[in-house]
């Protein structure tokens, strides 16, 4: 039986999906699997959504922050994998894989927020790569008060602001590694580019950020 490239992915399943995506994707880099995915079984490719359409849609999500935008990137990144997974060499893990797709889909279709200026939202407790340190500990202290909350809404929405205004080059890269948490290799993997030039965008991401983020 072979899978049709019409499909439909509801919010009910994306948010299954994004529940039980990380501790399901185990294992879905098996030959056999994988070969299941080229001979078009259908069978597999709803596997495939099962397991991968909660993060793809989390990434698209934060590059779009527009659910419905995000939804329809999520299902054009499975269309263009049915049509491309026969190309796939296994030269970088399948999750990569689909990253790449997936970006490459905003890309083509939002010229990465050159035609529509989108704000990005992302967790200030997120860790800056591989260290223990989170995006808002790279800020000025704020002081102890029963203002907190507000205080940290406010630092937050200076960081999709500042998020929004550094180069596009940076911001995928910072996304991807400070984020999704993808490790150099599967950043640049993801972005088709070689590790130092990572390596490069990301510090200069961060530093973009930092210079923005002074007054927070």
Known sequence: MFFSESISIDDEDIGQAVLSAPAAARGSDDPVFIEKLK?????AFETLVDLYSGDIYALLYRLTENADDARDLTQDTFLRVIRSIKGFRGQSELRTWLYRIA??????????WKRRRRHLTISLDATIGESDTAIHETMSDG???PEEAALAREREQGLQEALNEIPEIY???????DVEGMSYEETAAALNIGIGTVK????RGREELRKRLKGF
């Open 103 to 112: 970006i490459n889909e905003s890309r083509n279709r939002f010229r990465w």
């Open 143 to 145: 002081s102890e008060s």
């Open 171 to 177: 911001r995928e890269a910072v996304v991807l590694r």
């Open 39 to 43: 001979a078009g079984e259908t069978a």
């Open 200 to 203: 490069s965008r990301i510090s």
